[in-house]
């Protein structure tokens, strides 16, 4: 009889394999997960290591195991303000999608809600809603989570996440856990720095007593602005921060760049500032057609545009 010999796992595989045993059983833990399914853009490479860690300790243990392995991290949202470069991410990227961090919990006598920072913020605006909370409505229109909208200080139709915000949750890179007042923390237009050295598990949110029917209607004619200008294809939201002169949807139009195509990426007809993919894209296509608009708008209207999505990983 001839002994088979089993392949040796290389590195990925054995620290997968390490960070596994150090995790509990509900925790999801698997190695070169490919990461387009998991961005609203469908484009991008794989992660070494993914994780979904069941709990707030899981999620500490995966930050000690990669601080002590020397490893990189990056905590996933819902993917919809993300660009994943094609050669994926190197390290361990994060998702808190598991229920401990997708909790939405309502005290409806002081119009708040506890929210864990996986929790879709479509779904916080559906329970305000039910809730009688008004003030959650523009949240209705952004596809993301808590805790990525508290990255970016993301906001739509007139709002914005720190508007709504009475404390928050979070943890440092080293696993301890803090909760703060949101005064505590300084966040300006689409950014707030403390999070870029800090994860953020849940929020308090705050709103005020509303009628439902009223909150229905405000929820309803966000859905419709949203349905009405922007692509149903998949894209990663708005491609540009807005400069200071003018809405960059607008600067685009103007630049007649609307359905200016690379690869399998295109510059959406019903919004200047998305850019949609049609299944066949990289991101290699969607990073040179953001180029090319970056240097249309400089050169034209001497207007230096800022990325808005963010953009991850390795070309290789």
Not at 301 to 312: A, M
């Amino acid at each position: 009889m001839i002994a088979v010999l089993e392949p040796e796992m290389d590195t990925v595989e054995q620290n997968a394999e390490a960070l596994k045993s150090r995790l509990t059983p509900a925790s999801v833990i698997r190695a070169r997960e490919p990461l387009a399914k998991r961005t609203t853009l469908r484009v991008g490479g794989a992660a070494d290591i993914y994780v979904e860690p069941a709990t707030e300790a899981d999620l500490a243990q995966t930050l000690r195991f990669a601080a002590e392995h020397s490893l990189a991290f990056f905590v996933l949202g819902r993917g919809s303000n993300l660009l994943i470069r094609d050669g994926g991410v190197r390290g361990i990227v994060i998702s808190l999608t598991q229920p401990h961090f997708s909790r939405i919990e309502v005290v409806a006598r002081e119009h708040k809600m506890v929210c864990g920072g996986g929790a879709k913020l479509k779904d916080v605006a559906n329970a305000a809603k039910r809730n009688g909370i008004a003030g959650m409505e523009f949240l209705e229109g952004i596809p993301g989570s808590v805790g990525g909208a508290l990255r970016m200080n993301a906001g739509a139709y007139g709002g914005a996440m720190f508007d709504v915000v009475d404390s928050l949750r979070f943890m440092d890179f080293a696993g301890n856990v803090q909760e703060v007042p949101v005064e505590r923390v300084q966040a300006s237009y689409r950014s707030c720095p403390f999070f870029k050295t800090h994860i953020a598990v849940g929020a308090v949110l705050k709103g005020q007593a509303g009628q439902r029917d009223s909150i229905e209607k405000r929820m309803a004619e966000c859905s419709q602005k949203r349905w009405s200008s922007q692509p149903k294809a998949p894209s990663a939201g708005c491609a540009f921060k807005n400069p200071s002169a003018i809405p960059a949807g607008r600067l685009v139009e103007e630049l007649k760049l609307k359905g200016t195509r690379v690869g399998g990426a295109m510059v959406s007809f019903e919004h200047g500032n998305f850019i949609v993919t049609d299944g066949t894209a990289t991101a290699a296509d969607v990073l040179r057609l953001m180029a090319l608009i970056k240097e249309r708008a400089l050169a034209e209207r001497g207007i230096t545009l800022e990325s808005e999505v963010q953009i991850i990983g390795s070309d290789e």
